[in-house]
């Protein structure tokens, strides 16, 4: 069989296509018009004799040899990149993406610090932030469409490395004039009589809590069910009922007091999480150590 000549350009446009499911936003990544991008990905299907996607007048997605292919080149071009990296007299030079998925809490807490010092060190490389639920940002890692994560889904995944970091408490968020928010500590029975906001039955969170109350006697009822903890908050700071959130959920808002809850405690485990036996492209694995670096320093700095 005879050698296939790729251009590493066709290669990183393939790539970008198959992680934005659209010409217009791969193009965009790449500085590229559509006819450009479009054009290579056309040259590389010549060359390799098949069709990398599908094409809809709605979406665009991998055929089933492109999903094949797209594993090989992520693996091919991160070695590749690891071999550049390796060069000291390039190191002032680093470019790409990296790609980060995590839980919204996870982006206010962690990340402004940690990308401020990583940005000065590497100012060419981009990074883009997946903020999106516990499971979606599982998925986001499993699928090898973020470098790594910050979660507190994943330790039960034998596809996943999860590397814990803080355990943070459920609490009750209260308005700050409601009768309970100069109390250090409550109950879930003391609580019963509360009307309850939650989040809906297929969040984690609510999971969590189900789960710890089954074998409580007095459950609280559930009055409003959002979709989102945002919401859930904007609910509890007009008055409506109070809610169980986890402690990092709960902004440092003047208007809104966190209260832990007790018999039973409930908590959850962050941490940072990625796909077993991937190897992360020199810049993620950096970006990844830096986080873990500092987590692991500032949290007991963190709410309580």
């Not at 590493?8 to 936003?25: G, I, P, T, W």
């Not at 809490?105 to 516990?134: C, M, Q």
């Amino acid at each position: 069989m005879g050698r296939i000549n790729f251009d590493l350009q066709e290669l990183q446009a393939f790539v970008a296509v198959a992680e934005r499911s659209s010409f217009k936003h791969a193009a965009e990544d790449l500085f590229l018009s559509q006819p450009a991008l479009s054009r290579r990905i056309e040259k590389l299907e010549d060359l390799l004799g098949v069709k990398l996607f599908e094409r809809t007048t709605r979406r665009v997605q991998l055929t089933n040899v492109g999903r094949i292919f797209l594993a090989n080149v992520r693996n091919a071009l991160d070695e590749l990149e690891g071999a550049m990296l390796s060069v000291s007299d390039l190191a002032a030079h680093r470019t790409g993406v990296i790609s980060l998925a995590c839980v919204p809490s996870a982006v206010h807490y962690f990340l402004p610090g940690v990308l401020k010092s990583f940005t000065e060190r590497f100012p060419k490389i981009r990074v883009r932030i997946h903020d999106e639920s516990a499971q979606d940002v599982l998925n986001l890692v499993l699928a090898g469409e973020a470098d790594f994560g910050i979660n507190f889904a994943g330790a039960e995944n034998p596809e996943i490395d999860f590397q814990p970091i803080y355990k943070e408490h459920f609490v009750l968020a209260v308005p700050q004039d409601h009768p309970l928010a100069r109390r250090k500590k409550l109950t879930w029975k003391e609580t019963a009589r509360e009307r309850y906001i939650a989040v809906a039955k297929s969040s984690g969170n609510r999971s969590l809590i189900d789960n710890a109350l089954a074998g409580v006697e007095k459950h609280p009822t559930i009055y409003y069910e959002v979709n989102h903890v945002s919401g859930l908050l904007a609910l509890v700071e007009a008055g409506m009922g109070v809610a169980a959130v986890p402690r990092l959920s709960l902004p440092a808002n003047p208007r809104l007091v966190g209260i832990p809850l007790t018999e039973p405690v409930i908590q959850r485990t962050l941490g940072m999480i990625s796909k077993r036996g991937r190897i992360m492209p020199p810049a993620a694995q950096t970006l990844f150590d830096m986080l873990v670096s500092s987590m692991a320093k500032n949290k007991r700095s963190l709410p309580k």
